[in-house]
Nanobody
Framework: QLQLVESGGGLVQPGGSLRLSCEAS????????IGWFRQAPGKEREGVSC???????NYADSVRGRFTISRDNAKKTVYLQMNSLKPEDTAVYYC????????????????WGQGTQVTVSA
């Protein structure tokens, strides 16, 4: 059974950093793209970043240059390094899996983790 578990969220001051992890189980991560998404209260879920099965990456304009996505297939984990965090980055962050190709639209993913809260506040 395909499962994704996010971790690494928390409370951080503006300008700070966090690293989120998305640990996969029940499937071979090598063949899957992983997307990171976020949802703030009262807002729609939005794509943050994604990484394809062969390592191609994509970023939302709002995070490009501040966030970095990477994967370690041996550890069955995808990471999202978040630097220079802003209050507007506050949201629940989710990872999701789909076959091979990167996509920034939530509707293209059917396998989701439970989410981890990121709060950026002084």
């Amino acid at each position: 059974q395909l499962q994704l578990v996010e971790s690494g969220g928390g409370l951080v001051q503006p300008g700070g950093s966090l690293r989120l992890s998305c640990e996969a189980s029940g499937f071979t991560l090598n063949y899957y793209a992983i997307g990171w998404f976020r949802q703030a209260p009262g807002k729609e879920r939005e794509g943050v970043s994604c990484i394809s099965s062969i390592g191609g990456t994509n970023y939302a304009d709002s995070v490009r240059g501040r966030f970095t996505i990477s994967r370690d297939n041996a550890k069955k984990t995808v990471y999202l390094q978040m630097n220079s965090l802003k209050p507007e980055d506050t949201a629940v962050y989710y990872c999701a899996a789909r076959s091979h190709l990167c996509n920034m639209r939530p509707r293209e993913y059917s396998n989701w983790g439970q989410g981890t809260q990121v709060t950026v506040s002084a």
